[in-house]
């Protein structure tokens, strides 16, 4: 059998731990065998990044702006003990942080559905995506306590010394005081992730605030979101066949609990940090959640949602069975192929992701899975795969898919 070319590289960040065998085992078993695998390699083990004094993570980010697709294995971020487990230099920071602040892109999480694991909410037929605004509001607040009697005011002083000033509360007694902030720069490029990555799934968008309460805070987000898609996406979009709407939050949080799903739903930060922890929860599992980073140029970073499994790991190297799931990188890698092969006009490699996306499909459906998946399953004949194993099995479906 021939296999499938590619034509421009994806950027590949190898990462720590029980994600870093699975990607080999992946790349190995299900990848390799059937593509000439093109990827411009990074090692962003966390042996690597202390080596490189962290460069290793600066230029992977640099090389999916110039390359536009990644593809990301998740990583150790450093605290105490692992500074002291892996002698490091220094507390590295955070690599998804660190490429996030580089291409200042939103980060998209959406679930993995099976027709054998059923959401808690009864209705959601299709996965639904969450766009988390990563910047500013209470994230990076100044607080105050407020210890007795006194005047709480904002003020505001230009860079040509013209002021806004007003009071905020005349206080008797103490309180608490709070001051937030966001930047219409950020709000821009959050929007442009969204219209893009709205377009690229070909799903509606929604998009909501309080802007009845903040009427200039969360009002500034609405309407930059609206001059956005006029100017920008709004003939795309019906091109697409798709919507955009913006509804109140507490609106939207009825309209989810009702709907079938299959859509975008973008949140500001701290209401994008909470439901996306409902909704991966009301799905079912962490190991069955992808995560895309996508920047406002358009550049695409897959992932899997969850950590380097380091429990599994500890015991991978003890020379135990493990059993954990391979699904969430499994599609980081299919998301990175197709878009790639989107954007290159690559047919046959677009298609042999979509064959391995559902080949891993059937065999869950099938009754196959990992221990993790087992207790959430509603088939009555459940087999529990060994890591390596399950991942043998869906090379099986694919092979004679193919
Ligand atoms: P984790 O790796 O996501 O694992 C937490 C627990 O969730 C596991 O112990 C396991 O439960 C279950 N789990 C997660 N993924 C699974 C999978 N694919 N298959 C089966 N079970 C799975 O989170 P963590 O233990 O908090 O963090 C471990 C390391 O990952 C840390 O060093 C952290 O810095 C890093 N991390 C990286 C990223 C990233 O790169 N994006 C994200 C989060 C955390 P049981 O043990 O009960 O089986
Ligand atoms: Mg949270």
């Not at 605030?209 to 898609?229: G, M, N, P, Q, V």
Request: aromatic share 10%.
């Amino acid at each position: 059998m021939q296999k499938i070319a590619m034509k421009t590289p994806l950027v590949e960040m190898d990462g720590d731990e029980m994600t870093r065998i699975i990607w080999k085992m992946i790349k190995d078993i299900l990848i390799e065998p059937f593509i000439e695998l093109k990827t411009e390699y990074y090692d962003l083990s966390l042996v690597n990044r202390d080596k490189t004094d962290d460069q290793v993570t600066r230029e992977a980010a640099e090389a999916v702006a110039k390359y536009g697709v990644g593809v990301k294995c998740a990583t150790i971020t450093p605290n105490a003990q692992r500074v002291q487990e892996y002698s490091l230099k220094q507390m590295w920071k955070s690599p998804n942080g660190t490429i996030r602040a580089m291409l200042n892109g939103t980060v998209f999480r959406a679930p993995i559905t099976v027709s054998c694991i059923e959401p808690s909410v009864r209705s959601w037929k299709k996965p639904i995506s969450i766009a988390r605004h990563s910047y500013g509001d209470v994230y990076s607040a100044t607080e105050y306590q407020v210890p007795n009697n006194g005047k709480a005011e904002l003020i505001f002083t230009g860079e040509s010394g013209e002021r806004f000033r007003e009071t905020i509360h005349d206080f008797s007694g103490g309180g608490v005081i709070q001051a937030m902030f966001n930047t219409d720069e950020s709000i821009r490029g959050f929007a442009h992730s969204c219209f893009n990555y709205a377009l690229s799934v070909k799903q509606d968008l929604w998009f909501s605030t309080k802007d009845t309460i903040s009427k200039l805070y969360d009002h500034r987000f609405k309407d930059i979101f609206a001059e956005i898609f006029e100017s920008d996406y709004a003939k795309k979009f019906k091109e697409a066949g798709i919507e955009y709407f913006y509804t109140l939050i507490d609106d939207a949080v009825a309209r989810v609990i009702r709907s079938e799903g299959g859509f975008v739903w973008a949140c500001k930060n701290y209401d994008g940090d909470v439901m996306s922890d409902m909704v991966a929860t009301a799905f079912g599992s962490l190991a069955m959640m992808t995560s895309v980073l996508v920047t406002p140029e358009g550049h695409y970073e897959y992932e899997a949602a969850h950590g380097t499994v380091t429990r599994h790991y500890y015991r991978h190297m003890e020379g135990g069975d493990t059993s954990t799931n391979s699904m969430a990188t499994l599609f980081a890698w299919t998301g990175a192929l197709k878009k790639r092969a989107e954007l290159d006009s690559l047919p046959e490699l677009s298609a042999f992701a979509q064959r391995l996306e559902d080949a891993a499909l059937e065999t869950i459906e099938a009754g196959i899975m990992t221990k993790d998946l087992a207790g959430l399953c509603s088939l009555e004949n459940v087999r529990i795969e060994s890591t390596e194993g399950f991942i043998r099995q869906v090379r099986e479906r694919l092979g004679s898919a193919l």
